[in-house]
């Protein structure tokens, strides 16, 4: 391309707290995949507080072919729509692009702002690169190109899916790019500097709850055994790291793949945390266990979801309640922690199935209190356009409000954003939920997190965690849930940690 390109500015709009900062690996990859193409910078919202001033500033200084942001919904959803609005104000001519999870599930949201230009679903590498090529191109055809969502005259276009690729697998992310990169390796429960890895791409069920499946569509792709040492070699050899939480939507895929993984990892003897699925730990073979041991396996996350199987069913989840119960022993007798999620207040009987939970979760704490357990409210995603299959699309228009209403998602970002919405993203509200149900949840996680202070919190005093293990156990012991103020504010007292919020 003749003269000068423009510097690509990939942002990573601020999410979390500081101190919780994590790899972008989003816009990281991106970076990888625009190597030698075009030049790139990042600005991570989460390490900078004051990113829109920061991006605002390097606009000015520096020809920009067009801004890039990845957005999840919730949190990053809020600073994701500041940044846009003062970069459109500010330099109105600069291609805006969201990508992301959001942006994937709910793109004709994110099109009705005006502040948005074009939407990169699923996968974004191929199609972003595509899309900065075509900027600017006379004769350029942005219907050529796949994954892309844009407006034509005004009205919003879905182009169609682009294939599912293992590309990004190839190579190794420019990390070293970030300026320090240990200011993204904090102390946690797995070591003295813990990175946020992925390693793997996808996962080939199709859940109907999971921000994944829209993404992937049953796809999924694990790297080469040589990727895998290259990457922990520079990890541990040029940046010190002693612990790994990989992200891989689903690590324990099929174990002849996985194997070749493990040993790798046990070479490196590094304490691990990852995702993991109750039936496929139950096939593993004790060859393959005794790997795990020796690789450092400290923590696996379980998506439980639920006690009852016809709920299990409908969400196409494919395990059952005693497979849970089965893993949790497996991982005991392995010296692994089985770390659970739940659902609750499901729209179908919303408040009985969250009681089952609750008995189902004071069953496994009776038998296996090492057990670590989160709790999130059930908060399905409205399917986007370009994958709306008719059955999940039936059981979205059936949800009912808790006056019997039509449930009527957001039609744009910014009402996603709005606290209510905001809320449901991050699994805390429903439309179904009442707020009796509400506070009984928040109250039974409140005695729950207290009674069982997680072990991933290494900054809350010891002394402290056993004082509040002591005010909590007879709520917990005799189901006295309700208005637990001494629990808040001795939380407060000793700054306890919720693990859903700060990753490790």
Not at 395 to 417: I, K, N, Q, T, Y
Not at 438 to 460: E, K, N, Q, S, W
Not at 480 to 498: A, F, Q, T, V
Request: aromatic fraction near 10%.
């Amino acid at each position: 391309m003749a003269g000068d390109p423009g510097t690509v500015l990939l942002v990573n709009p601020t999410i979390t707290k500081q101190r919780n900062a994590r790899w972008p690996l989003a816009v990281l990859s991106l970076a990888a995949a625009l190597e030698g193409r075009y030049p790139w910078r990042i600005l991570d919202g989460n390490v900078d507080r004051d990113f829109i001033a920061t991006a605002l500033r390097i606009m000015a200084e520096t020809p920009i072919r067009a801004v890039g942001l990845t957005v999840m919904g919730g949190p990053q959803l809020r600073s994701a729509i500041a940044a846009s609005k003062a970069i459109r104000e500010r330099f109105p001519a600069v291609p805006i692009v969201w990508g992301g999870a959001f942006p994937t599930n709910c793109p004709q949201a994110a099109l009705n702002a005006s502040y948005v230009d074009f939407v990169v679903r699923a996968q974004g590498e191929q199609t972003f690169t595509h899309l900065l090529d075509s900027l600017g191109e006379a004769g350029s055809s942005l219907a050529a190109i796949p994954g892309l969502s844009w407006r034509r005259d005004g009205v919003i276009v879905h182009n169609g899916r682009r294939p599912f690729t293992a590309a990004s697998l190839a190579s190794r992310l420019p990390y070293e790019l970030l300026g320090d990169p240990r200011r993204y390796l904090p102390q946690t429960y797995l070591g003295r500097r813990t990175a946020g890895y992925q390693a793997a791409l996808g996962c080939r069920y199709r859940c109907t709850f999971c921000g994944v499946a829209g993404m992937f569509r049953g796809k999924t792709a694990l790297p080469t055994p040589a990727r895998l040492e290259e990457d922990l070699r520079f990890l541990t050899g040029q940046l010190g790291v002693d612990g790994i939480q990989f992200y891989d939507h689903n690590f324990f895929d099929r174990e002849v793949d996985m194997q070749p993984l493990l040993e790798i990892l046990a070479r490196h003897e590094l304490s691990w945390w990852s995702f993991a699925r109750s039936d496929a730990m139950l096939n593993l073979s004790e060859r393959s266990w005794a790997l795990l041991r020796k690789s450092g396996l400290r923590m696996a996350y379980i998506g439980a979801e639920s006690p009852s199987e016809w709920l299990l069913h409908d969400i196409r989840k494919g395990t059952r309640p005693d497979q849970t119960l089965a893993a949790i022993e497996a991982c005991r007798g392995h010296g692994v922690v089985a770390e659970l999620s739940f659902m609750v207040a499901p729209p179908r009987d919303p408040e009985g199935e969250t009681e089952k939970t609750f008995d189902f979760i004071r069953l496994i704490k009776r038998r296996y209190p090492e057990t670590e357990v989160m709790i999130y409210v059930y908060t399905p995603v409205p399917p986007a356009p370009d994958r709306a299959e008719p059955a999940v699309t039936r059981s979205m228009a059936e949800l009912r409000d808790c006056d019997g209403a039509p449930v009527v998602f957001p039609s744009s970002a910014e009402e996603w954003a709005e606290p209510f919405w905001h809320g449901y993203w991050c699994h805390s509200r429903a439309p179904w939920l009442s707020e009796r149900l509400r506070t009984r949840i928040r109250d039974f996680t409140t005695v729950l997190g207290c009674r069982f202070p997680t072990v991933m919190d290494v900054h809350a005093p010891r002394w402290g965690k056993v004082t509040l293990q002591g005010l909590a156990s007879w709520r917990f012991r005799y189901g006295k849930y309700g208005r637990p103020w001494e629990l808040d504010l001795w939380k407060r007292m000793i700054s306890l940690r919720d693990p859903r919020v700060m990753s490790l």
